[in-house]
């Protein structure tokens, strides 16, 4: 886990995917290694799912994919044996957290709430899904929590924008975070890849500079 949240911490924004039709994997794939995040968190939401993860891994082993929205141990299973990297769940699920670590497989339950978040440090999990993000009060509330467990490290998702995203990159608990502005769905389903490369060049550039601004500040 501490090697994944250092790279995951290095990318700084996961996209975060819905895809529809695994003939477009390796095309969005493509756009996300060629615009600087060559990383995916891949919804387990549709029937595509699987197959574009193993299409993404096949052909572009340096990325870091995983699946999203998991919900059970099966699913976990598929999605590893597609080729999955870390998995990631919408809340906190004990035995979904339980059988990933066993098999020291990357998990990153959601947790929004003291108790979740006592469960996950319980496990030994450093690193935690804040979401959805917005909704569950933003950077504020990701303060709140991080002050009685100042070790714990926050990847807000859901609602996490290219207007808000400095807010959220700045606060020194979070690692990274989640979002689909610049890959969404209706795009990937109708192949405007160059236009998702150029978002995503956008993004990473835009983390590049936060992460500056943030380090420069640190130094005064």
């Known amino acids: 886990m501490k090697d994944f949240q250092e790279k995951i911490e290095k990318i700084g924004v996961i996209p975060v995917i819905v895809i529809d039709e695994a003939k477009n994997a390796e095309s969005l794939a493509e756009a996300l290694v060629a615009g600087g995040l060559p990383c995916a968190e891949i919804t387990f939401r549709t029937q595509a799912a699987e197959e574009s993860i193993r299409i993404m891994t096949q052909k572009y082993p340096e990325m870091i994919v995983g699946a999203g929205t998991v919900l059970n141990v099966e699913q976990v299973e598929r999605a590893m044996n597609a080729g999955a990297r870390f998995i990631v769940c919408p809340g906190f699920d004990s035995k979904v957290v339980d059988y990933c670590l066993e098999r020291k497989i990357p998990v990153l339950p959601g947790c929004v709430t003291p108790s979740e978040i006592m469960q996950a440090i319980a496990c030994g999990l450093k690193m935690v899904k804040f979401f959805p993000a917005v909704q569950f009060g933003g950077v504020a509330m990701i303060k709140a929590l991080a002050a009685?467990?100042?070790?714990?490290?926050?990847?807000?998702?859901?609602?996490?924008?290219?207007?808000?995203?400095?807010?959220?990159?700045?606060?020194?608990?979070?690692a990274a975070c989640g979002g689909s502005w610049m890959v969404k769905r209706e795009w990937i389903q109708n192949g405007e890849f160059d236009r998702i490369r150029s978002l995503v060049i956008e993004a990473a550039k835009l983390k590049g500079e936060i992460r500056s601004e943030n380090r420069n500040e640190k130094r005064r």
Do not use: D, I, R
């Open 148 to 174: 009685p467990y100042n070790e714990m490290k926050f990847v807000p998702t859901g609602g996490v924008n290219k207007e808000n995203l400095k807010e959220f990159l700045s606060y020194k608990a979070v």
